[in-house]
């Protein structure tokens, strides 16, 4: 998979901030939508904090690692995808968590099954794709395209 258009097609949906902001539920953040752990130097650094490139670049490395690896453990069928196929999981968990991507059955089996145009339906019909909005739709149309 191309890691650099993954995180091409992320920065896109994402954003990338190079300081300390708070998300959409108030959780301080930076780079390409980088949770900050307690683990982190910026944890508890005051919003406005600048952070450098190579920061962001290190964390969003550790974040697809972990994406990558939730989804080997989780869903090992995924490697016999087409690479843009990968990248829509990797995106979509990148964004939910796995544990709220494996909420999303009927797509996951229809994909598994390479039913392409009912997983991209099966993506649709759920509370994520209305929030989400064109992000979804773009995923989708790559999914009913495969």
Known sequence: MDIDKLREELTF????VYEIYNDHL???????GHLILE??????E??????????VIE???KDIANVFKDIDRNIPWWEGLPHDLQRVLANMCF???ITRLLK??????????????TAAEEMMDSQWAIQVGPRAVRLRDRVKNA
């Open 13 to 16: 949906d994402e954003g990338c």
């Open 104 to 117: 999303f059955k009927k797509f996951l089996g229809a994909l598994q099954l390479k039913h392409y145009k």
């Open 39 to 44: 683990s982190d130097p910026e944890h508890g």
């Open 59 to 61: 964390c969003f490395e």
């Open 95 to 97: 964004n939910l968590g």
């Open 26 to 32: 108030g959780y301080p953040t930076f780079g390409i």
């Open 46 to 55: 005051p919003v406005g904090t600048s952070v450098s490139e190579e920061r």
